[in-house]
Nanobody, 116 residues
Framework: QVQLAESGGGLVQAGGSLRLSCAAS????????MSWYRQAPGKQRELVAT???????NYADSVKGRFTISRDNAKSTVYLQMNSLKPEDTAVYYC??????????WGKGTLVTVSS
């Protein structure tokens, strides 16, 4: 089992920055990829960014150049640095981890609100 604790959400003005964190605990030795997803009101959950255990990253086109995903394996934590935030980035942001055996765990989410 893996438990995830997200933090860092909040209210920010357009153009501002936030840094999300997601700390994993439990069977952390089995973690492979770590990702951030988001779900805006009335919309489906979408992938924001992924980072593998080797550090390979992938981003949604809508956040490329503005968001940066990183991980600290010693702390079993994944981060999402969000710069130049836009009102359309407003959503609940979820952390997801996938183990080497393919099991997926989700965090409970943290709300990011970007005001115009």
């Amino acid at each position: 089992q893996v438990q995830l604790a997200e933090s860092g959400g909040g209210l920010v003005q357009a153009g501002g920055s936030l840094r999300l964190s997601c700390a994993a605990s439990g069977s952390i030795i089995n973690i492979n990829a770590m990702s951030w997803y988001r779900q805006a009101p009335g919309k489906q959950r979408e992938l924001v960014a992924t980072i593998t255990s080797l550090g390979t990253t992938n981003y949604a086109d809508s956040v490329k150049g503005r968001f940066t995903i990183s991980r600290d394996n010693a702390k079993s934590t994944v981060y999402l640095q969000m710069n130049s935030l836009k009102p359309e980035d407003t959503a609940v942001y979820y952390c997801k981890v996938q183990t080497w055996s393919g099991v997926v765990y989700w965090g409970k989410g943290t709300l990011v609100t970007v005001s115009s």
